[in-house]
């Protein structure tokens, strides 16, 4: 933007929120359901360089300032010990909540468990930060109907994660055959306790860049016909096919998607060589499926939402002859995000997105305090440390366009 350029403010289209307590509660009606609040009315403001588009349409106005109702993040590895008080930091700088994967060693896979680890995540956190983990159980072929019970009449409890047995990260102890599961996923339907999926079958036949649409295929097809009443979460899609698969499918079906997802292509892990830090799971796919996702992501769908899958890995452990699978976006996520929606003319549906379409599918309150982005570039750091050993973060030394004003 040049500096004579008339900044005005514009008012985007109209959304929901939960008011007026911005305070994070499950609620529960006498059927053990989760109630939806009462919303109000929100009006996104943008500074803008020059005229707007018809609302809701894209634009390649140049917008420099951006207030949204603060988002949260519906899938995130923050890890364990040391490396808590590293990354946990990132995360609450931006977003109120986060839903907390339960990848450990060993795996979260009951209520108290997802207790004391809450709390060592609280424990992490700057003063004052209002920040809150929302915590989930690792679904095992023994996961009980009664730990799920107890899981979903605990108020820090918000989903079930289920990793196919050997998909990705610290997966081995995940369900080898889902079908096994379904005493625990009938209960999970009864309480309507989200089921969160690593969508990727881990059949050694089937292709790396094919197992996302495989899963949908073999699994989740059984999933959403035997258990219509179960909210599930395809996790960080990856492909066009998920796109167009969730959009279409039930009201109870939803997705993530990652800001690394929505940035990169396959030929990110092979520029010029090798690029470990750009390999995750599911792996990064061709740029028809990268535009695909950002079609679906600006698409204003409310069963699409922000979840970064951020996932802290030591640079060692990259940097190795069997390197682990995880991108490190939260120290920057927000910026991320925003740099897709501005190339994309999509900015007015940032907030749709990042904070408003998951608390509604979660049937949480929106989020009532606001953040301001400004499209000023902020530089990334080479290394970071992840609990005393160095990490390389997405974009590491670059910058991102937009950051935290
Ligand atoms: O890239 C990934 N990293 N994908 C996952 O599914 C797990 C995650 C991790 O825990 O490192
Ligand atoms: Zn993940």
Redesign the pocket.
Known sequence: MIAQDIVRTVDFPKERRIGPSGRLRKIRCADNRLARARAISWIVRAKIARDPAPTGARSNVSIERLRLIRPDDWHL?V?DGAMLDSVVPDTARQFARAII?P?LKPPVTTVAQALHYRQRILAALPEDAGFQPLMTLYLTGQTSPEEIRRAADCEHVYAVKY?PAG?????AAGVANIRQASAALKAMQDCRLPLLM?GEVTDPAVDVFDREAVFIERDLSWLLASFPELPMVL??ITTADSASFVRSGPDNLAATITAHHLLENRNAMFRGGLRPHH????VLKREAHRQALIEAAISGHPRFFLGT?S???PKAAKESDCG????YTARTALGLYAEVFEAAGALDRLEGFASLHGPDFYRLPRNTDTIELVRRPEPVPELIEFGGQPGVPFRAGGEVRWRLA
């Open positions: 590895h890890r994967m990848n990793y998909a990705t990260t610290n997966s690593h996790e960080h390999y995750c799971l599911p899958d996932a802290p890995h682990c699978a995880g991108i």
